[in-house]
RNA sequence: GGCCUCAUCGUCUAACGGCUAGGACACCAGGUUUUCAUCCUGGCAAUCGGAGUUCGAUUCUCCGUGAGGUCACCA
């Protein structure tokens, strides 16, 4: 077989979400694997849709991920430019090969015309082939009118590599434009026409496109071409598991998950497994697992519904597998402000109690902010407890008190903590879940926390005996 | 309307035509000296319907049904 080369050709309309990204993982795992070549072109041949920032948005998701490219707009190679836009000489010559061998002509139709014939159509209940009113002679082409493909209308069988065997019959052929009447190709042609002159091996594309595989099937032919291989990829779904998921319908920006604290692999690995899996039971795989285990015959042919709990159980997953010191790189921007006179040394030893909490680092500031700060006093954490609402004021208080006189004598070493607590309870004759979660709201006045004696200990002692009398003034 | 694609627990999915349809997420219950989380144990939960082929169908065929796509000078 040839040489693997693969290409991500995204238009630059926006940002890409985790359909996008999947196909340019896929296309990239393809590449990776067989020692080939992953190329990433930018298809901006629709100037009204155009983005400006999308480019540079584009390149920022890719590397994020993980996903490098080897040529591509701001890289070059040996088949630049990567940008359709500066490849309109190279259409125009793949275009008059067409006209010279008699297989594109002027579309002599004003657009308001082709309207009409097709509003024609739709009132008949039948689908709408220009070809039905291709003209009898034509007139030069002069660039002021779309070029239109004449096909040539039959039937094909093709492979392709997740569909497997396809047929199509004539109907589904037309003359479609090739460039448009701004001097622009359409998707249609331009894709062709690079996708041959930079030798790419694989296309891999969404569903939507497969009912337009016959009429690049006619084009291919009348090009003289032999078509990559074809691979049309099952539709990521969005939440509501109906339709495709949408930038219209909320789809987040892959950025975003990063920005939000979700780590490449976690994304990558959970991509991968949106329509792909190894047959094995393994659930999380690491991206050179995926350079070597991936394959085409493997991914599903049914829409793969996007689900974020997933996600943060892989990424949850790999947080908790990450060592101190990764987490703690991983982690500094996301630190909450009250966090900013603190010194590494403490901010690790609070990172060790919430490492296993945490879903995401963006969730790092809520989870940790009463490591930092001393929170007010928030009498509902009391009168919602179920058992601490059944005492009175000065029953907690008393409590409250022999805690403080006790952990006023440790040396608040974490077993020291655990020892003082112990006794503590023997002391007052009270249930764990009664003095504990006094000592618990009294010193974080948070929901929920990491086991007590050692938030004790990360805390330390001024800080807690400052929030216990802060608690003791509150009743 | 024509053409195309798809169909297993709520979700992601596994199952040369052959064990009681398996795993994971989520959820529920119990356990690990309090909470949240982790971890462990257990539980709930699926082959869209109908024919056919076959000793045997989630798997193959046909017909329904449902969902999605497509029929642009968008990609």
Redesign the pocket.
């Known amino acids: 077989m040839t040489d693997v080369r693969t290409r991500f ?1 995204p ?1 630059p309309t926006g940002y890409l979400h985790v359909g996008g990204i999947r196909t340019a993982l896929f296309g990239w795992l393809l590449a990776r694997q067989a020692n080939g070549t992953f190329i990433l072109r930018l ?1 901006d ?2 100037q009204q ?1 155009e983005v400006k920032e999308a480019k540079d948005h584009i390149i920022r998701s890719l590397l994020a991920l993980g996903l490098d490219y080897d040529e591509g707009p701001d890289k070059g190679g040996p088949y630049a430019p990567y940008i359709q836009s500066e490849r309109l000489e190279i259409y125009k010559t793949w275009a008059n090969k067409l006209i010279a061998s008699g297989r594109a002509y002027a ?1 002599p139709y ?2 308001e015309q ?1 309207k009409t014939f ?1 509003e024609e159509s739709a009132a008949n ?5 220009y070809r039905n009113y291709r003209p009898d002679q034509t007139t030069p082409w002069d660039g002021s ?2 070029l239109r493909f004449k096909s040539d209308p039959k039937a094909y069988e093709w492979q392709d590599a997740v ?1 497997g065997d ?1 047929k ?2 004539p ?2 052929i037309d003359d ?2 090739l460039i ?3 001097g ?1 190709p ?3 042609f331009a894709h062709i026409v690079d996708d041959s002159e930079m030798k790419i091996s694989h296309i891999l594309r969404g ?6 595989v016959p009429n690049y099937l006619n084009l291919y032919e009348a090009l003289g071409l032999q078509p990559p291989v074809l691979t049309t990829l ?2 990521v ?1 969005g939440p509501d ?4 998921l949408s930038k219209r319908d909320g789809a987040r920006d892959v950025l975003d998950y990063i920005r939000s604290g979700y780590l490449a692999e976690a994304l990558i690995s959970f991509i991968a ?3 792909w ?1 190894d ?1 094995s ?1 393994q ?1 999380i795989f690491t991206k050179s697992e995926l350079i070597q285990k991936f394959s085409l015959d ?1 991914v ?6 996007f ?1 974020e ?2 996600l ?2 892989i990424n ?2 790999l947080i ?1 597998d990450m060592s101190l010191d990764e987490l703690y790189k991983a982690c500094l921007d996301y630190w909450p402000t009250e966090a900013d006179g603190y010194g590494e040394a403490y901010k690790r030893s609070v990172l060790t109690l919430v490492q ?2 945490l879903k995401y680092f963006g969730e790092l500031a809520e989870l940790s902010r009463f490591f930092f700060v001393d929170l007010p006093v928030n009498p509902d954490l009391i009168s919602h407890h179920k058992q601490l609402a059944k005492l009175t004021k000065p029953d907690l208080k008393d409590l409250l008190s022999q805690a403080r006189d006790a952990l006023q004598h440790s040396n608040f070493e974490t077993s020291d903590l ?1 020892d003082c607590l ?1 006794s503590l ?1 023997a002391q007052t004759g009270q249930k ?2 009664v003095l ?2 006094l000592i ?1 709201i009294a010193t974080t006045q948070s ?6 004696a050692e938030s004790l200990n990360v805390l330390g002692k001024e800080k807690v005996l400052k929030r216990i009398d802060q608690q003791l003034d509150c009743f």
């Open positions: 050709a238009s298809e041949t629709d849709r579309d004003t657009a082709v097709r209940k039948l689908p709408f082939l009118t779309p569909m396809m199509s019959g109907e589904t479609f434009v448009k009447s701004d622009f359409t998707y249609n569903q939507e496109f497969l009912p337009s099952p539709p779904l598991g109906k339709k495709k497994t949106l329509g899996n047959g039971q659930e493997r599903g042919r049914s829409g793969a519904q689900d709990r997933r943060n159980w949850g997953n908790r296993e909490r655990t112990n309870l764990p879940a504990f979660s618990r929901p929920a926390s990491p086991s007590l």
